[in-house]
């Protein structure tokens, strides 16, 4: 995502404490707590300017959403989008996805979403990837017994990528996998990158991870 330096993006967002969580850590096995239900929890991961997160909580009023984003120019706008909305089911974090794990206790979320992530094609910025090999223990860790992972992309080396790296991990298998130009099921949400894309005419990767409940 082409970043611009946002103005005061930073004391926005913490004088936002409500809707942009300042100590995610201090919330760790405590978020059905602080939504004040015991829905379940779904995140996305680099959610941008927030766009499917406030559809997706708009639909899902049983659902609880968090979306993690790690530069403050860009959640600030997600921001915004929630202040003039407020919506009781979602929350964001200003934070990198590496430390997923010191935010969400073992089995505290559902669904994992990565839409349109970095593909970072250098192969000495792989580490970069959100579905690099260390991110996956990261995101089982968090996940519950029948939790999932779901990817939308569309850039083949990165869908490519993340199939292999989820393939050779003990923690997920691959549960299903599609292309397409677009999915019209009932309660499907687009994102701000994937609605551009599709204007463009773009393919659009998906996967499905699920948790290996095999494992040792
Ligand atoms: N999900 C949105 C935005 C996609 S762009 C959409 O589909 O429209 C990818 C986003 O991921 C960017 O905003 C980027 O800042 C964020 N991101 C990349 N790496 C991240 C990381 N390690 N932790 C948190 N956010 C990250």
Redesign the pocket.
């Known amino acids: 995502?082409r970043?611009r330096k946002v103005k005061h993006a930073g004391e926005t967002i913490r004088n936002n404490p409500k809707y942009v969580i300042a100590y995610p850590e201090s919330k760790k096995g405590l978020w059905n707590k602080t939504f004040g239900n015991n829905n379940p929890i779904s995140l996305?991961?680099?959610?941008?300017?927030g766009?499917?997160l406030m559809e997706m909580a708009r639909k899902n009023p049983d659902v609880s959403l968090i979306g993690?984003?790690?530069?403050d120019s860009?959640l600030v706008r997600a921001l915004e989008k929630l202040i003039i909305d407020p919506l009781p089911n979602l929350l964001f974090v200003l934070?990198?996805?590496?430390d997923v794990d010191l935010f969400f206790d073992s089995d505290e979320i559902k669904h994992i979403y990565i839409?349109?992530?970095?593909p970072w094609p250098k192969t000495r910025k792989a580490k970069?990837r959100?579905t690099n090999e260390a991110f996956l223990p990261k995101y089982r860790q968090i996940l519950s017994e029948n939790g999932k992972v779901y990817l939308?992309t569309d850039n083949f080396p990165m869908f490519e990528y993340s199939m292999m790296s989820i393939n050779r991990s003990d923690d997920f298998s691959i549960t299903d996998i599609a292309l397409g130009k677009g999915i019209e099921s009932d309660g499907y949400v687009e994102?701000?990158?994937?609605i551009k894309y599709r204007k463009m005419g773009l393919p659009i990767f998906y996967l499905e991870a699920s948790v290996e409940r095999s494992r040792k």
């Open positions: 995502m970043l996305e991961i680099g959610c941008g300017k766009l499917f993690i984003e790690k530069f860009v934070a990198d996805a590496a839409n349109f992530p970095d970069y959100l939308r994102t701000e990158f994937e």
